[in-house]
């Protein structure tokens, strides 16, 4: 049986020839995701922005009467302007409601609004199903903001942290940059595209900083071999021939992940979208981080082939010495 | 590398197929079938969010403990005063800033002051309560200390849980989850319940219930305009009562509290066919409430149930019989939940729902379905995808992810985890990434034979080579997923469980079970060449 090769054997392709460029752009997309995501800032699901997600079923009727329920619910006090839109089949809806930044010191209000909504339901339609709500008051969403933002900064550096003791300090810098520059762009997409930005995509975004340094450990990995064997080659040479190297296996792990993951993106649970999206955008996005900003960044740090060379201490140069007499 | 004695083939069989049976129990509930009673169970606990149920976080507000102590203590100090041997005269009691200060008429009686006051101050726990300083040697100040606070709402939030469960219980629903959370939260989770307003409702009703002799005296406009006379508070209406916006004004001492009930239960009064709610006191209570309606008939007394007046009857005769009946404009329903609320007993602190999630059953349904269905497609991609590249090696690594299904699933059960929706996702992510240390370990293999090594070399070294990148990716996801434990709630650390959870199951299944495969066909059949 013929084997499936996807990269061919003595691939070689010039990576490192176009680094320039690519990192100017890496950057410049890291500096515009920040951009998008300070002006127009991220479309903040209840978890992050407080009040009401409200998902339901007309059990009698083909389409859910969403005009209608735009009037109903956007009469009610305080209702501000709510998100109503189709969710699954026709006849669902979802109904979401930020919670008034007046209202974020109350923790009582998103349960009283909630209430509202529900009896304003009920009461036009009475073949209406809740399907599932979730209301959280200004408290709870403002610990899970905190909560998110302390666990993306910790994983982060207690990651490249790991390997900067694993391998040396200009590795643990190229991972972190890397990692930094997977998130940015993962946050600015979510900004530019206004996909809701929930509790899942923090889970999303933490799966990403650990796949995304599966790949570039491989190639670190590999750069560490080839410094001990080739201590004399030109570095962006080497780095090219560990990336060429080790290209098969990104490939590869990248698209087992990729097939794994699609399936779930089109015909899984619609309440896991976002959470699918999310690790499947930040799967390119690492795959090409950890060739392009993970590997020339190490240019740039100064890495040589001695940097895994202990140096020699006085005793091993004596013994050295002995050696030779003899 | 490749050396598996039998002993060592028999250790790793054993974890695999303990730690796979160990799924079965679940993969039985979920496909519908019975399992044997009589073997162990562990199973996997469905989140609410795949099971359907509601979630609900409660909190109380620390501040309200500290009045109501203050409350209670004024009213400690007032009778200990009154009761000492000879009296104690005293003047007001006045509340300020949390503190409570009155002047002893005779500064000769502060010793015997102090003494009395000393048991309350200590309080009977392992920290002193209140802090006593006297001022121009008359005045007394009584000062909460911050363990004595603290203790108190630990109490408070301790004897709130009681409360909420007794109220559950009553409702009838199947086994919900009720447990204390941080220092001033409470977390609970009712499995199979579609709408809960009525457990809210329930939950949202402390029940403080009193009887006040109104307040005769006061003048109607004085009472519409918020001013109390000396000796009186002001209490409105609640909503429903064809009172409703008006207010009585009462007198603060002398009433008693509701908290001493035996019994309660809703019912229809005789008289006028009204919802009401019958209470039966406990002998004491019963004693104080036939005192007061002895002493006070032909004069009106107000039932207030968390300081909204129900109603304020007359007391046309003494009521002996240690029973009562309020009425207040009940429906059907609101009787019924007050009568539990009462029955429960009051909670000693407000609770505010500050987060619900609830999922209906069929929701939850069809997430499961969808997601399996994902799954499934999923896992035959990669498994074609990895025996399409690999040949052998892909099937070895096949086997092995049909097991690292299994052990996860297991250990998920054996330690007593939930699987959630994001969980599900976990496990596809799982999947994926868990054929990663073969594709690795085969691509090493791949190349240490194009560079001309012997079969079992290449293979030997495929697998040293490969281990070191293996263990560190494996390491920094295991610290992702640990942070996202940590710090995540609810479905998110369901998502994290599976992860971390996948790690380890998938560096076993994925490296040391196909080694050991994978040595026993290379030991059997000695090739001379592999496809690989």
Do not use: C
């Given at each position: 049986?013929?084997?499936?090769?996807l990269?061919?054997?003595?691939?070689?392709?010039?990576?490192?020839?176009?680094?320039?460029?690519l990192?100017?752009?890496?950057?410049?997309?890291?500096?515009g995701s920040?951009?998008l995501?300070?002006?127009?800032?991220?479309?903040y699901?209840v978890?992050?922005?407080?009040?009401?997600?409200?998902r339901?079923?007309?059990?009698?009727t083909?389409?859910?009467?969403?005009?209608?329920?735009?009037?109903t619910v956007?009469a009610?006090?305080?209702?501000?302007?709510?998100?109503?839109?189709r969710?699954?089949?026709?006849?669902?809806?979802?109904?979401?409601?930020k919670?008034?930044?007046?209202?974020?010191g109350?923790p009582?209000?998103?349960?009283?609004m909630?209430?509202?909504i529900?009896d304003?339901?009920?009461d036009g339609?009475?073949?209406?199903r809740?399907d599932?709500?979730?209301?959280?008051?200004g408290?709870?969403?403002g610990?899970?903001?905190?909560?998110?933002v302390?666990?993306?900064?910790?994983a982060?550096l207690?990651?490249?942290?790991?390997i900067w003791?694993?391998?040396?300090?200009?590795?643990?810098?190229?991972?972190?940059?890397?990692?930094?520059?997977?998130?940015?762009?993962?946050?600015?997409?979510?900004?530019?595209?206004q996909?809701?930005?929930?509790?899942q995509?923090?889970?999303?975004?933490?799966?990403?900083?650990?796949?995304?340094?599966?790949?570039?450990?491989v190639?670190?990995?590999?750069?560490?071999?080839n410094?001990?064997?080739?201590?004399?080659m030109?570095?962006?040479d080497?780095?090219?021939?560990?990336?060429?190297?080790?290209?098969?296996?990104?490939?590869m792990?990248?698209?087992t992940?990729?097939?794994?993951?699609?399936?779930?993106?089109f015909i899984?649970?619609?309440?896991?979208?976002?959470?699918?999206?999310a690790i499947?955008?930040?799967?390119?996005?690492?795959?090409?981080?950890?060739?392009?900003?993970?590997?020339?960044i190490?240019?740039?740090?100064?890495?040589?082939?001695?940097?895994?060379?202990?140096?020699?201490?006085e005793a091993?140069?004596q013994?050295?010495?002995?050696?030779?007499?003899? | 590398m490749?050396?598996?004695?039998?002993?060592?083939?028999?250790?790793?069989?054993?974890?695999?197929?303990?730690?796979a049976l160990?799924?079965?129990p679940?993969?039985?509930?979920a496909?519908g079938?019975?399992?044997?009673?009589t073997?162990?169970?562990?199973e996997?606990?469905?989140?609410?969010?795949?099971?359907?149920?509601?979630?609900i976080?409660?909190?109380?507000?620390?501040?309200?403990?500290?009045?109501q102590?203050?409350?209670?203590?004024?009213?400690?100090?007032?009778?200990l005063?009154?009761?000492?041997?000879p009296?104690?005269?005293?003047?007001d009691?006045?509340?300020?800033?949390g503190?409570?200060s009155?002047?002893?008429?005779?500064?000769?009686?502060?010793?015997?002051a102090?003494?009395?006051?000393?048991?309350?101050?200590?309080?009977t726990?392992?920290?002193?309560e209140?802090?006593?300083?006297?001022?121009?040697?008359?005045?007394v100040?009584?000062?909460?200390t911050?363990?004595?606070?603290?203790?108190?709402?630990?109490?408070?939030?301790e004897?709130?849980?009681?409360?909420?469960r007794?109220?559950?219980?009553?409702?009838?629903t199947?086994?919900?989850?009720?447990?204390?959370?941080?220092?001033?939260?409470?977390v609970?989770?009712?499995?199979?319940?579609?709408d809960?307003d009525q457990?809210k409702?329930?939950?949202g009703q402390?029940?403080?219930l009193?009887f006040?002799?109104?307040?005769?005296n006061?003048?109607?406009s004085?009472?519409?305009?918020?001013i109390?006379?000396?000796?009186?508070?002001?209490?409105p209406?609640?909503?429903?009562?064809?009172?409703?916006?008006?207010?009585?004004?009462?007198?603060?001492?002398?009433?008693i509290?509701?908290?001493?009930?035996?019994?309660?239960?809703a019912?229809i009064?005789?008289?006028?066919?009204?919802?009401?709610?019958?209470?039966?006191f406990?002998?004491?209570?019963?004693?104080?409430?036939?005192?007061?309606t002895?002493?006070?008939?032909?004069?009106?007394?107000?039932i207030?149930?968390?300081g909204?007046?129900?109603?304020?009857?007359?007391i046309?005769?003494?009521?002996?019989?240690?029973?009562?009946?309020i009425?207040?404009s009940?429906?059907?329903?609101s009787?019924?939940?007050l009568?539990?609320?009462?029955?429960s007993?009051?909670?000693?602190?407000?609770?505010?729902v500050?987060?619900?999630?609830?999922?209906?059953?069929?929701?939850?349904?069809d997430?499961?379905?969808k997601?399996?269905l994902?799954?499934?497609?999923?896992?035959?991609a990669?498994?074609?995808l990895?025996?399409?590249?690999?040949?052998?090696?892909?099937?070895?690594s096949t086997?092995?992810?049909?097991?690292?299904?299994l052990?996860?699933?297991g250990?998920?059960?054996?330690?007593?985890t939930?699987?959630?929706?994001?969980?599900?996702?976990?496990?596809?992510?799982?999947?994926?990434a868990?054929?990663?240390?073969?594709?690795l370990i085969?691509?090493?293999?791949r190349?240490?034979?194009?560079?001309?090594?012997?079969?079992i070399?290449a293979v030997?070294?495929?697998?040293?080579?490969?281990?070191?990148?293996?263990?560190?990716?494996?390491?920094?996801?295991?610290?992702?997923?640990?942070l996202?434990?940590?710090f995540?709630?609810?479905p998110?650390?369901?998502?994290?469980?599976?992860?971390?959870?996948?790690?380890?199951t998938?560096?076993?299944?994925a490296v040391?079970?196909?080694?050991m495969?994978?040595?026993?066909?290379?030991?059997?059949?000695?090739?001379?060449?592999?496809n690989?």
């Amino acid at each position: 049986m013929k084997l499936l090769k996807l990269v061919p054997d003595d691939t070689n392709i010039k990576f490192l020839k176009v680094r320039w460029p690519l990192f100017i752009i890496s950057v410049l997309l890291m500096i515009g995701s920040w951009a998008l995501v300070l002006t127009q800032g991220l479309n903040y699901g209840v978890d992050f922005a407080g009040g009401q997600e409200i998902r339901a079923t007309f059990t009698q009727t083909e389409e859910a009467p969403i005009a209608e329920l735009r009037e109903t619910v956007g009469a009610l006090p305080n209702a501000g302007d709510p998100v109503i839109q189709r969710f699954g089949a026709a006849n669902e809806v979802s109904i979401r409601i930020k919670l008034p930044s007046e209202a974020e010191g109350d923790p009582e209000y998103a349960a009283e609004m909630t209430r509202q909504i529900t009896d304003a339901l009920r009461d036009g339609h009475p073949d209406v199903r809740i399907d599932g709500v979730d209301s959280v008051s200004g408290k709870v969403s403002g610990e899970f903001r905190q909560d998110a933002v302390l666990a993306l900064l910790a994983a982060m550096l207690a990651v490249a942290i790991y390997i900067w003791i694993r391998f040396e300090w200009q590795f643990g810098a190229g991972a972190l940059f890397a990692l930094f520059h997977d998130v940015s762009i993962t946050l600015g997409l979510f900004s530019l595209f206004q996909w809701e930005f929930s509790l899942q995509i923090i889970a999303a975004i933490l799966a990403i900083i650990g796949y995304s340094l599966n790949d570039t450990i491989v190639v670190y990995d590999r750069i560490r071999e080839n410094l001990k064997k080739y201590r004399k080659m030109h570095l962006p040479d080497l780095l090219n021939l560990s990336i060429n190297e080790t290209l098969a296996r990104t490939v590869m792990t990248s698209l087992t992940l990729l097939v794994a993951l699609l399936p779930l993106l089109f015909i899984g649970p619609e309440s896991l979208f976002g959470l699918v999206i999310a690790i499947t955008m930040g799967l390119f996005i690492g795959t090409y981080s950890s060739i392009y900003t993970a590997a020339p960044i190490l240019i740039w740090l100064g890495v040589t082939s001695n940097s895994f060379v202990p140096e020699e201490t006085e005793a091993d140069k004596q013994e050295r010495k002995a050696r030779s007499q003899t | 590398m490749l050396d598996f004695p039998s002993w060592k083939k028999a250790w790793l069989w054993a974890v695999t197929l303990i730690a796979a049976l160990a799924a079965l129990p679940s993969i039985f509930a979920a496909s519908g079938y019975d399992w044997p009673q009589t073997l162990p169970d562990p199973e996997v606990n469905l989140g609410l969010d795949l099971a359907g149920g509601s979630h609900i976080l409660l909190e109380a507000e620390p501040a309200q403990v500290a009045v109501q102590r203050l409350e209670n203590m004024e009213e400690s100090v007032r009778s200990l005063m009154a009761n000492a041997e000879p009296r104690i005269r005293i003047g007001d009691v006045a509340t300020n800033n949390g503190n409570l200060s009155f002047l002893l008429d005779d500064s000769s009686d502060l010793d015997r002051a102090r003494e009395d006051l000393m048991p309350l101050v200590n309080g009977t726990g392992l920290v002193r309560e209140w802090d006593l300083t006297v001022v121009d040697g008359q005045r007394v100040v009584l000062t909460p200390t911050e363990d004595g606070l603290e203790t108190a709402v630990s109490q408070a939030m301790e004897s709130a849980t009681e409360v909420v469960r007794k109220r559950i219980d009553a409702l009838g629903t199947r086994e919900p989850t009720i447990i204390r959370q941080g220092d001033t939260r409470i977390v609970v989770q009712v499995p199979g319940l579609q709408d809960p307003d009525q457990l809210k409702d329930l939950l949202g009703q402390t029940a403080k219930l009193e009887f006040k002799l109104v307040d005769q005296n006061a003048l109607p406009s004085n009472v519409a305009a918020g001013i109390a006379p000396p000796g009186s508070q002001i209490f409105p209406y609640v909503d429903d009562s064809p009172f409703a916006g008006t207010s009585l004004a009462v007198r603060r001492l002398g009433g008693i509290r509701g908290d001493s009930l035996t019994g309660a239960s809703a019912g229809i009064s005789p008289q006028n066919n009204e919802n009401v709610v019958n209470i039966q006191f406990d002998t004491q209570g019963g004693a104080k409430f036939a005192k007061l309606t002895t002493e006070n008939v032909n004069k009106p007394f107000a039932i207030i149930l968390d300081g909204e007046i129900l109603s304020a009857p007359n007391i046309d005769e003494p009521i002996l019989g240690g029973g009562a009946q309020i009425s207040g404009s009940f429906t059907a329903e609101s009787a019924n939940q007050l009568a539990i609320s009462l029955r429960s007993g009051a909670l000693p602190v407000d609770l505010t729902v500050i987060e619900e999630r609830t999922v209906g059953p069929d929701l939850g349904a069809d997430s499961i379905r969808k997601g399996m269905l994902a799954l499934m497609i999923g896992s035959i991609a990669v498994i074609v995808l990895m025996i399409a590249s690999y040949g052998r090696f892909g099937v070895y690594s096949t086997i092995a992810l049909f097991f690292n299904v299994l052990m996860i699933l297991g250990l998920m059960a054996a330690l007593n985890t939930t699987l959630t929706l994001p969980g599900i996702a976990g496990f596809v992510l799982t999947i994926g990434a868990a054929v990663d240390a073969n594709v690795l370990i085969n691509e090493r293999i791949r190349e240490e034979r194009k560079r001309g090594r012997r079969v079992i070399a290449a293979v030997e070294t495929g697998y040293k080579e490969a281990s070191r990148a293996i263990y560190d990716a494996n390491i920094t996801n295991l610290i992702a997923g640990a942070l996202l434990f940590l710090f995540g709630s609810g479905p998110v650390r369901g998502f994290a469980v599976v992860l971390v959870v996948g790690l380890f199951t998938s560096v076993f299944t994925a490296v040391i079970l196909t080694r050991m495969w994978v040595a026993g066909w290379l030991r059997k059949t000695r090739p001379n060449d592999i496809n690989i």
